[in-house]
């Protein structure tokens, strides 16, 4: 089955983005067991070797790395379903699809370095604003044309 040049740009830049949240899920656990902090007494007892008792949510690094995976699925998430109504729809064309996943990527991979390397606001504001008017402009298209 072949694509339409519309599904084949949102197929695209979906599996771009799900793949750097993959990967960000990933960096969230190593630094988790780099830095020996566990956030569920079974996880502390595996890493500890058998102290259940040594749970710690509050790591720094550790919860910075977190807050920004969860950022990214807060807003990576919505955007791929819209992408995917805003293909299917017919309310842009493939070109279209293509201009709004490359903002949007970019917009998440800046907040991210943003986040990560703590640089001060409105760095990361704008960055995720960014994205967020990406989300916006691609539900509101799909409803105007629609209706």
């Known amino acids: 089955m072949e694509l339409s040049a519309e ?3 949102a197929v695209w830049w979906s599996t771009i983005l799900l793949l750097k949240l993959a990967t960000f899920g990933l960096i969230v656990g190593f630094t988790r067991g780099r830095r020996g902090v566990s956030a569920n007494p079974e996880d502390a007892a595996a890493v500890t070797g058998g102290k259940p008792e040594l749970v710690k949510t509050t790591d720094v ?4 790395r977190r807050r920004a ?6 807003n990576i998430l919505p955007f791929i379903g819209l ?10 064309t493939a070109c279209c699809i293509s201009l709004v996943g490359k903002i949007f990527t970019a917009a998440r991979v800046t907040h991210t370095v943003i986040y ?3 640089v001060p606001q409105p760095a990361r504001g704008i960055a995720f604003f960014v994205g ?4 916006v402009y691609l539900g509101v298209k799909v409803l ?3 209706y």
């Open 132 to 135: 967020v008017l990406c989300n």
């Open 7 to 9: 599904l084949s740009a």
């Open 116 to 118: 990560l390397g703590e």
């Open 69 to 74: 995976h969860l950022n990214d699925m807060e």
């Open 61 to 64: 690094v550790v919860e910075r």
């Open 83 to 92: 992408l995917f109504m805003f293909a299917m729809s017919g309310a842009g």
């Open 144 to 146: 105007v044309h629609l």
